[in-house]
């Protein structure tokens, strides 16, 4: 394609999967204990569409990529310090509210809108990235949200893999029940991808990109609109975390023999 | 208050029935009209309706509406999103059930945007507190339980499967409703070339299998004898699978090794990734090997009832209240015993 792509991806920060994560009651519902200070990473799903557009905009000259992202403007910052040392984008940082409470609606209107301040996006070369959930909500349907908002009719989910083909058109392959894929072909821009894992591997830090990056992420940062999506009569009446416990029986004694014929008996158990 | 049900389902990939799943959304339903004391309607989507409209007929539906033809046999978002449509604004429902399919997922979040309505998916039970409507599922990938309540009509509700009893009942002869929706060129620039699969006998995700059997970064690290072993540990790991029936699950370490040019299991992708980044499935049984049991990894477990492991490490995280028993012993020689027995008549 001549003139390339211009891929929006959308992303949100998550917290580290390292960090015990414990509800409480605010009065707008609930949060995490202690949120801000927990170290926060890109969404992994997004981090994937991320390197995938990145990947992409490398092979189709003349694209551009944006990251559009929603998150308390401190944690955006701590991320971006990682993440813009990966791949070349820019990002467009709104300052709201991204845990895992927040309506999936509120988010959608909110990133629609972002996405659709940004100078320069030619929409019909649009190629609207995203993970097909995320670490926080998981709620799966923030993407199909902002592509409705956006008129965007030709949306995949849980993509694993993009090949354009020789005719500018696209070979989807989307995750479908039983480890399998949907084959899908779609005649061209705009599309909307859900990303799943995909196939590549996270990028080496690259610090030469991560300053190039950081040039017009900082101030970008400082311009960050401030947000709060609307709650949308959405209640809460609990959040907690799983309460069982098992009684781990540890088995040290036993030989390979033993412990074998011991699966196997529990395999057979109906 | 709820006083219009719809349940919204489409046919399976064969095309003349419904998916599990459908048939458990449909116990669902019928649950709550009677609770509510609502009245159940049913939307079929599909290319010849009329077999699954059959099955239908004693599911106490008042009524069953179809949009049906050619152009919506396959799964695409357009197709699927107005087909679905069209059957909301034929009953105008308060309340919109329907399985959570990978076609579903994909195409009901837009639908709720069109009729101004809002959904939410991977919903794991519906129930009436206190007189108010309230759907539960997980957050943070099955760390933090949430049950909540909205205001906003139609609700549309993905309901996660294996978590209600399918509806069950005698097939009889239907009235279907047609729904006409016609689909403009902008809604066919996609089409479907087919399903990609492994061949069935290296298929090793079996989401129905009584078992999962999950694989550790541990089966490619060196051995006692300072080597690794990927070829014995391939070769071990699918003879269970072949004698056991299980599905294989992988942990994030693991699968990320195909990447990184590390020694890896030639069976072991991506969509076999249990746990925060991958997937949460459902059987009776999980055995894990060579696997940590950190919290990340055991978050896929959530929905596993009885587990075990086998771990090198007493102090693993499985020792930690995460399986119910651990062994610790080398899963080489153990599996290796375990395939020995399997394979004995």
């Keep these: 394609m001549s003139n390339g792509y211009h891929i929006v991806v959308c992303g949100s920060i998550v917290p580290d999967p390292l960090q015990t994560l414990e509800p409480i009651e605010t009065f707008a519902g609930p ?165 799943a894992t995909g196939n590549l591997p996270e990028p080496r830090n690259n610090p030469q990109i991560g300053m190039a990056n950081m040039r017009a992420i900082m101030p970008a940062l400082q311009r960050a609109k401030t947000t709060a999506p609307v709650a949308d009569a959405m209640r809460y009446r609990s959040a907690s975390p799983p309460k069982q416990q098992r009684q781990t029986r540890i088995v040290k004694n036993l030989s390979a023999d033993e412990i074998a014929q011991e699966i196997v008996a529990w395999i057979e158990k109906a | 208050m709820t006083k219009n049900i719809l349940l919204l389902a489409h046919l399976d990939e064969f095309g003349d029935g419904l998916p599990k799943a459908a048939w458990e959304a449909l116990g669902a339903a019928i649950e709550l009209a009677k609770e509510l004391n609502a009245s159940l309607s049913i939307g079929l989507i599909g290319g010849d309706v009329k077999a699954a409209a059959d099955s239908l007929a004693n599911a106490e539906a008042h009524r069953l509406l179809a949009v049906a033809g050619p152009e919506f046999v396959q799964p695409r978002y357009a197709s699927d999103l107005l087909a679905a449509d069209g059957l909301c604004r034929a009953v105008s429902p308060d309340l919109v059930l329907a399985p959570a399919t990978s076609r579903f997922l994909r195409a009901l979040p837009g639908l709720a945007h069109r009729l101004k309505g809002r959904v939410d998916t991977h919903i794991t039970s519906v129930q009436v507190i206190d007189g108010a409507l309230c759907a539960t599922r997980w957050f943070y990938r099955q760390r933090i339980e949430g049950v909540f309540q909205r205001d906003t009509r139609p609700w549309i509700l993905l309901l996660d499967s294996g978590c209600h009893e399918p509806f069950c009942g005698p097939a009889g002869k239907a009235n279907v409703e047609e729904i006409a929706v016609a689909l403009p060129a902008e809604a066919q620039r996609t089409t479907i070339a087919g399903i990609r699969a492994p061949k069935s006998d290296s298929q090793t995700i079996r989401p129905d299998a009584a078992m999962l059997f999950v694989a550790g970064a541990g089966w490619t690290k060196k051995q006692p004898d300072g080597k690794s072993h990927p070829e014995q540990a391939e070769t071990l790991i699918l003879d269970f699978l072949r004698a056991s029936g299980a599905s294989l699950g992988g942990s994030k370490s693991l699968v990320d090794q195909s990447g990184e040019n590390q020694a890896v299991l030639g069976f072991m992708t991506h969509l076999n990734q249990v746990g925060q980044t991958g997937a949460t499935p459902r059987h009776p049984k999980g055995l894990s090997t060579c696997c940590h049991g950190e919290e990340p990894h055991v978050v896929g477990w959530r929905f596993i009832n009885e587990r075990r492991a086998i771990n090198l490490d007493p102090n693993c995280g499985w020792a930690r209240g995460k399986a119910d028993v651990l062994y610790v012993a080398d899963a080489f020689q153990v599996m290796a015993k375990v395939n020995e027995l399997l394979k004995k008549p």
Aim: charge should be negative; include cysteine; charged fraction near 15%.
């Design chain 1, 31 to 195: 949060a995490l204990k202690n949120e801000m200070l927990l170290p926060a990473v890109l969404d992994p799903w997004a981090g994937h569409a991320l390197y995938e557009a990145a990947n992409l905009a490398s092979h189709a000259p003349g694209s551009k990529v944006w990251l559009v992202s929603l998150g308390a403007k401190a944690k955006l910052q701590q991320v971006m310090m990682t993440i813009a040392q990966k791949v070349s984008f820019e990002l467009i940082p709104i300052d709201g509210p991204a845990g895992g409470f927040t309506d999936a609606h509120a988010t959608a209107a909110v990133l629609a809108e972002a996405i659709q301040s940004i100078a320069g996006l030619d929409r019909s070369r649009l190629l609207l990235f995203g993970g097909w959930e995320s670490a926080s909500r998981g709620a799966g349907v923030t993407m199909q949200l902002i592509g409705e908002r956006l008129g965007i009719l030709d949306q995949f989910q849980g993509v694993d893999q993009l090949t354009v083909q020789p005719d500018g058109s696209f070979e989807i392959l989307e995750r479908i029940e039983g480890g399998r894929h949907q084959v899908s072909l779609c005649q061209g821009a705009s599309v909307l991808f859900g990303w």
